[in-house]
């Protein structure tokens, strides 16, 4: 009985470690546009959220975000688009990246801008108008990525900044 009192003890405290270090990133919307619904997809296509926090316990891989004017695409195609891997950090330099792109067919559509929370701050970026230098115009312009290096942090995407 003893051992097995031990044993239990021993799974609870892992159990218990487990819960309390398990990876976890939200992504939150102000759309200030007055018009539009804040889009956020998974990378298999599913929609995460139309404008409410969205929390996932673990990465969030490849989403793409935008606001749905009416004019924009499935994947936010004629739209300003925002990319975005939300990780823990691994190993030096794997860890979360968002960026905002403009390589077509996306086209700029509304004032659009990001920001870490939770860590970070005030990494981000914003576009306020078709040349902005913030964004991806074309797909070797991998400056533009804003890199965080830290667990569990969290993305707040402005649209009509």
Known sequence: MKFFK?????????????LVSAETHT?????????????????NGDILSTGGPFTIGG???GAIAYLQIGSCGNNGEGCTLIETTLRNPTSPGSGSSTDISLIPP???SVTSGFGYFNGCEPAGADCDNPDCPTAFHQPGDTNVQVACQVNDVNLAITFCL
């Open 59 to 61: 990465p969030l891989i």
């Open 6 to 18: 031990s044993s239990f003890a021993a799974a609870l405290v892992s159990t218990i470690i487990t």
């Open 27 to 43: 992504v939150i919307f102000d759309n200030r546009c007055g018009r539009g619904t804040p889009i956020l997809r998974a990378q």
């Open 106 to 108: 996306h086209t700029f």
